[in-house]
DNA sequence: AAGAAACGATAAAACGCTTGCAATATGTTA
DNA sequence: TAACATATTGCAAGCGTTTTATCGTTTCTT
């Protein structure tokens, strides 16, 4: 025996009326009078009818279906940013088609025309390095796409974001403020524009400001992880450094357990300020001094700007900022 | 000018063949002539002909894509297994519909009806406490259904999950050993039966075994925040433990961090195990000795259960249970 | 060299729904 | 009550594939 499916046919028949006047009912179309939808809600009812949405994409050219690109949904940042997204998404009937990328360029082309192919009515996109040929796809797609979480130079799409390089500059005038002379920047990959170009302007800037030289020496590329912070704070302590902007939680625990592990005193032998006021910030001890990001906003913010592009309304200005801030906890004075 | 789609039709008329060949290239369906096929796929290149995803799943009744229903993806701990989840599923050309439940029984029945709607060919539940209704769902509904780290007393459908009395009675042991003779028991709503028949009777067992007698006084009910657990920290205190079992790591280190900010040593006046592993185990201090469940592997093995499942292969077994350990770390002697 | 078997390709019927347009029913105005 | 406006319904053509039944060709067999 076969899953026999009820469709929209059987329920046209039971109730006497034709498909379309179901279809109607179904859709909410005022154009029903009362006790036509009624007979017909209850035939739907009785049945146990399920409107089959594959068909009704079809048909409609519509999925109510959006694909979120993401590096990895098991690390705290991108999970926040996909929560915000997938709560609006809801708000808005839409559902999300999640894929992880790794922040690997091929896997994000693979990735993002098997969503096209499945004919999702929006993209959302997290990732740090957009390639040309990423880009590429982009505009040749008339889908609409937002990025979260992630710059784009060129800002030919959507996105929504903080000001990285404000954040940044802030976060370290903070700790030049506290007197500080020689303070790390430790990033992530520098090829990503949020790392290379905005905060690491933002960094610039802070010193220039502050009348502290700038040295490639307090400079330090890694990955995100744990495990990178912890094998990187020996190479931070030696450079003569004091204090340190970290642009990952991750990161910054690893080096500031590493430290404590070493036996230096945080803040007192050196202070550490991190970027995504994550709940890590709050349970390590001492807590982390953070730049604070809105990350459920920023995912929820990405998602309701792109119900209005699917819907085609007017956009005010599809780059939109969010405020940041800095939490002050015990990993600085 | 309107989204100009290349549909197979186009590709058969420039390529001089029918829809049904250039449906069978685009298949991989052996039946067609080499010169034949590279004709087609020529013609496929020069037109950037992408198959519609939604036509094909109408037409085959199979949409390459499954549903997975989570309380939170925000949560290390289910943000785990959703990327166990689609590692495997990438792997086996499925996609992944995510969807938050927040643990609300009525969203997980909607959500799921919703998931069906989409034809999805499988779906993975996460979650605590099954509902009958859900489970009347589950059994209505002819599409695989995988529990992935959540047990289902009737196991009716497969499941994926460690052996959550035994683990919990091995740690709560181990805490005996140790000299401790009134144990706490922090769990999550005891309406799951993951906490209040699973993990309840292994710690039952284990006081058993050491001789140590049963009180209500030292179960405690909370959900997982780590906010619970630094209000929690108090009363456990006062209930005269000396040692906890927490099963959540968020929960465990909100107890650890409220303890210690009162002044207790950890492990020398209060012993911790807790149940997840997760990364947060290893970031704060002392490390949390924990039961270690591999997470991913939970995810990944269900989802490739799934697979099976939705292929219509023999299953040896349908519910797995896959090896746990402990984890000793510094907040135990 | 005729007939069987194997192969390659086609035509057309689904798949389950939406939607523009036509048809019918109902209501209103004078 | 005729004539016209408006509210409800029905018809049927898609939407872009897959798939089955069918047919025309080749290739063997003997």
Excluded: C, W
Excluded at 6 to 34: C, F, H, L, Q, W
């Amino acid at each position: 025996m076969e899953k026999q499916t009820i469709t929209i046919y059987d329920v046209a028949r039971e109730a006497n009326v034709s498909m379309a006047t179901v279809s109607r009912v179904v859709n909410g179309n005022p154009n029903v009078k009362p006790i036509t939808r009624k007979k017909v809600l209850e035939v739907i009812d009785r049945l146990d009818y399920r409107p089959n949405a594959v068909a009704r994409g079809l048909a409609s050219k519509k999925t109510t279906t959006v694909g979120v690109i993401i590096p990895d949904v098991s690390n705290i940042y991108f999970s926040s940013l996909a929560r915000g997204i997938d709560d609006v998404a809801t708000m808005y009937k839409y559902n999300i088609i999640l894929t992880n990328s790794d922040g690997d360029s091929e896997k994000e082309v693979n990735v993002l025309n098997n969503l096209l192919a499945k004919q999702v009515d929006g993209v959302i996109f997290m990732g740090h390095h957009i390639t040309d040929q990423l880009r590429a796809e982009f505009s040749r797609s008339r889908t609409p796409i937002v990025l979260a979480g992630s710059v784009d130079p060129d800002n030919q799409v959507g996105s929504v974001n903080i000001d990285y390089k404000g954040a940044t500059r802030e976060a370290v005038e903070l700790l030049a403020n506290n007197g500080h002379e020689k303070i790390a920047f430790v990033s992530g990959p520098l090829l990503d524009p949020i790392n290379g170009k905005e905060r690491l302007s933002g960094y610039k800037e802070a010193l220039k400001d502050k009348g502290l030289k700038y040295s490639e020496g307090l400079i330090f590329e890694s990955t995100f992880e744990y495990k990178q912070g912890v094998d990187l704070a020996e190479r931070v302590l030696n450079s003569g450094a004091t204090a340190a902007l970290v642009v990952s939680d991750e990161l910054a625990v690893g080096i500031a357990n590493a430290l404590q592990d070493n036996g230096l005193k945080i803040p007192d032998d050196f202070e550490i300020v991190t970027s995504n006021n994550s709940l890590l910030t709050e349970i390590v001890r001492p807590r982390l001094t953070s730049i604070t990001q809105p990350l459920y906003d920023i995912g929820a913010v990405a998602m309701r700007l792109l119900t209005k592009l699917m819907n085609k309304e007017e956009i005010e200005e599809k780059v939109v900022i969010l405020p940041h801030g800095i939490n002050k906890r015990g990993s600085t004075k």
